[in-house]
Structure formats: structure tokens, C-alpha cells
């Protein structure tokens, strides 16, 4: 199994592009989740997903779209990048929604807007 | 408002002696606590879990204890060895916000860990 893998590693964008960060998973796991990281604030949940067509709110979710039309795939939309989404942003994915709650992480992607 | 705080940000251990990395949390309704280990320029791994129900969980070098009343849970590795030179996060569900059960982690901020050979 390749796991959690996601696409690109590194990106650079201009303030008001657009792009997505793609995830895939392999594993057949039902849950989905979006973090991002940045300096002193620990991960932070952007969106998630408990299954294909089901998606919800973490507790950054201003500025970024979700889908999850298929189970291995949940990719994150930015719709007009700004320079405070300068982050390293993750994708992660479990088994069950259900707990023990173990998720599994991809490498994750650098992303830059300058 | 920080939830789960780990307030030392980097550690040094001699190798082969004790690591203890701390984290506390402010919210009663967590019910199930986690430690992820995280290298550079990798996604964060799990390591260990502790249900609130429980105040130890052992796996091989790695135990986390659980202390309700204090609101606080330690994360010990004995003997450190150079590969545990890693940043280590605690994270926390919240039962009482998730629709599903499992859905929202509170991660803290990280704590470094150097093991000096």
C-alpha cells in the first residue's frame, strides 16, 4: 500500500490564484480529514469527510472547498489564495470514524503565496 | 483559546535516560487522548492512545499516563534512543462536539524532542 499520498510537495502561488492540493488514499479507510500547520499553532482541521459525498467543517474552513466524490479521493480547493495561507498543509485518513481514532498521514505540501 | 496546551516547546535527554513530554488540557469533555510523532518533511505518525476512562497505557518503551483531576497527561520513553529525536504532538477528541464520535482532534502545539547520543 502507498498509503496517504499527496500532490504537490512544494507550490508557490501568487495572492488570488487558485489551485488544488490533491490527496489520495489506498487503504479503503472511510474518514478524511484536511490540517494545516503553522509555527506555534500546532495542526488545525480545515475540513473532513466520514465518507464519499459527505463533507463538514473543521475549524478553519474560510478561504478552502471540499468533495469526496470517490473514497480514496479528497482534494482541497483553494478559491483565491491569500499570503496567510502560507502554510504546511496535511492530509489524513482512518479507518472508522468510530475510534480508536488512529489517522494516518500523508507527507504533506509546503505551500507558499506570496 | 488553546484547548490542549504543551507548553515546553523543545527538550534535550541523554540518550538511554528518561523522556517526559507534557501536555495539558482544559476541556472536561475529552474523552480520548493521542501522542503523534513527527519528522521533518514527514506527516505526523501515531504512537500511543489513552482512553479518559484509563490513567496508564504502556506500549514497549512508550507509556502515557492520564491524570483527570490535573487535567494533564505525560508522555515517557525509556530508555530515548537518537531515533526519538522527532517533534511529538497531543492531541484530544471532544465526544461531546462530533456528530460521528471521532471526527474533531484538538492537536497541541508540539514539543521537540533531541536525544543526545
Known amino acids: 500500500n502507498a498509503g496517504v499520498t499527496q500532490t504537490p510537495k512544494f507550490q508557490v502561488l501568487k495572492t488570488g490564484q487558485s489551485m488544488t492540493l490533491q490527496c489520495a488514499q489506498d487503504?479503503?479507510?472511510?474518514?478524511m480529514s484536511w490540517y494545516r500547520q503553522d509555527p506555534g499553532m500546532g495542526l488545525r482541521l480545515i475540513h473532513y469527510?466520514?465518507?464519499?459525498?459527505?463533507?463538514d467543517q473543521g475549524e478553519v474552513p474560510n478561504g478552502y472547498n471540499v468533495s469526496r466524490s470517490t473514497t480514496e479521493d479528497f482534494p482541497l480547493r483553494l478559491l483565491s489564495a491569500a499570503p496567510s495561507q502560507t502554510s504546511v498543509y496535511f492530509c489524513?485518513?482512518?479507518?472508522?470514524?468510530?475510534?480508536?481514532?488512529?489517522?494516518?498521514f500523508g507527507p504533506g505540501t509546503r505551500l507558499t503565496v506570496t | 483559546d488553546q484547548q490542549v496546551k504543551q507548553n515546553s516547546p523543545s527538550l534535550s535527554v541523554q540518550e538511554g535516560r528518561i523522556s517526559i513530554l507534557n501536555c495539558d488540557y482544559t476541556?472536561?469533555?475529552?474523552?480520548?487522548f493521542l501522542w503523534y510523532k513527527k519528522y521533518p518533511a514527514e506527516g505526523p505518525t501515531f504512537l500511543i492512545s489513552?482512553?479518559?476512562?484509563?490513567d496508564k497505557n504502556e506500549d514497549g518503551r512508550f507509556t502515557v499516563f492520564l491524570n483527570k483531576s490535573a487535567k494533564h497527561l505525560s508522555l515517557h520513553i525509556v530508555p530515548s534512543q537518537p531515533g526519538d529525536s522527532a517533534v511529538y504532538f497531543c492531541?484530544?477528541?471532544?465526544?461531546?462536539?462530533?456528530?460521528?464520535?471521532?471526527?474533531?482532534?484538538?492537536f497541541g502545539t508540539g514539543t521537540r524532542l533531541t536525544i543526545i547520543p
Open positions: 489524513a485518513s482512518s479507518y472508522s470514524i468510530r475510534g480508536p481514532h488512529e489517522q494516518y
Open positions: 487503504m479503503n479507510h472511510e474518514y
Open positions: 469527510s466520514v465518507g464519499a459525498g459527505i463533507t
Open positions: 476541556n472536561s469533555m475529552f474523552d480520548y
Open positions: 489513552i482512553s479518559s476512562i484509563k
Open positions: 492531541a484530544a477528541r471532544n465526544r461531546g462536539i462530533s456528530n460521528f464520535g471521532n471526527e474533531k482532534l484538538t
